[in-house]
């Protein structure tokens, strides 16, 4: 490898590295500027179940959750979807399935994208702890404004009612 260094020394290049992976689920709230995330080390139908269970939780009794879901495995597996018709038939939620192919209607991608764009682009992590850490910190320190605009909410608005 060219380039400077002490002479003598060997020349260390710290790398993102494979030893991890973890995994994010969230829901957002474009209007209200609400961001609520959970990170897993696994990817999988129980995970998702616990998510939308915290989620519901958080809810207040009376209001209804609307949940856009995309085609993902671990959303029309058979233990997810026996979870979220019990919710729909108990009136907790209300399910908008999106069309496959389409990561550009669910908002939650967008922000996805920026938290990747943003951490892996300007640090390197010597642990997954540390990963975790950072996407944590990243999705705490978003405000309202920042949400509204990483899912681009004014800019698909106005081409809305531009067309009504």
Not at 26 to 35: C, E, M, N, S
Not at 114 to 123: L, P, S
Request: with cysteine.
């Amino acid at each position: 490898m060219k380039g400077f260094y002490k002479k003598g020394q060997r020349f260390k290049l710290r790398t993102h590295g494979k030893k991890g992976r973890i995994h994010g689920f969230g829901v957002v709230d474009p209007f209200q500027g609400k961001l609520i995330t959970k990170i897993y080390r696994s990817h999988n139908s129980n995970d998702f179940i616990d998510f939308i269970n915290s989620v519901v939780s958080s809810i207040p009794k009376n209001k209804v959750l609307y949940i856009v879901l995309d085609n993902d495995p671990i959303h029309t597996s058979h233990e997810s979807t026996q979870f979220l018709k019990l919710l729909e038939s108990k009136g907790s939620i209300k399910l908008n399935w999106l069309p496959t192919h389409s990561p550009q209607l669910n908002w939650i991608e967008y922000l996805w994208r920026d938290t990747k764009d943003y951490i892996c682009g300007n640090f390197v992590f010597d642990s997954i702890d540390e990963l975790r850490k950072a996407i944590e910190q990243r999705w705490l320190s978003l405000s309202k404004k920042d949400i509204q605009r990483i899912i681009g909410l004014n800019t698909r608005l106005e081409k809305l009612l531009g067309k009504i």
